[in-house]
């Protein structure tokens, strides 16, 4: 089970951090991934963190996202800064093959 929270409303330039909390015993071994989903659009990974602790972005957050994990706590973490109108989405917490329920970022210009 994966449950999102911190999303929100904020206005563009300014940060969230977003939190899953992940149950089950193998957490730890497993690649975490943040996707999102904007009206209209397809789903796109937004960044992910494999067990070790490798991430990675799509290039649009580069700079701007950070992706980490506390294996001991099973939690995954997004933090989000300079946060423009064009973020705006329903984001996922993944871990295969389960998703998360969302959480809305709503970022206003």
């Known amino acids: 089970q994966l449950v999102e929270s911190g999303g929100g409303l904020v206005q563009a330039g300014g940060s969230l951090r977003l939190s899953c909390a992940a149950s089950?015993?193998?957490?730890?071994?497993?690649?975490m991934g943040w996707y999102r989903q904007a009206p209209g659009k397809q789903r796109e990974l937004v960044a992910d963190?494999?067990?070790?602790?490798?991430?990675s972005y799509t290039d649009s957050v580069k700079g701007r996202f950070t992706i980490s994990r506390d294996n001991a706590k099973k939690m995954v973490y997004l933090q989000m800064n300079s946060l423009k109108p064009e973020d705006t989405a329903v984001y996922y917490c993944?871990?295969?093959?389960?998703w998360g329920q969302g959480t809305q970022v709503t970022v206003s210009s």
């Open positions: 993944r871990s295969p093959p389960f």
């Open positions: 089950g015993s193998i957490f730890s071994i497993t690649t």
């Open positions: 963190i494999t067990s070790g602790g490798s991430t």
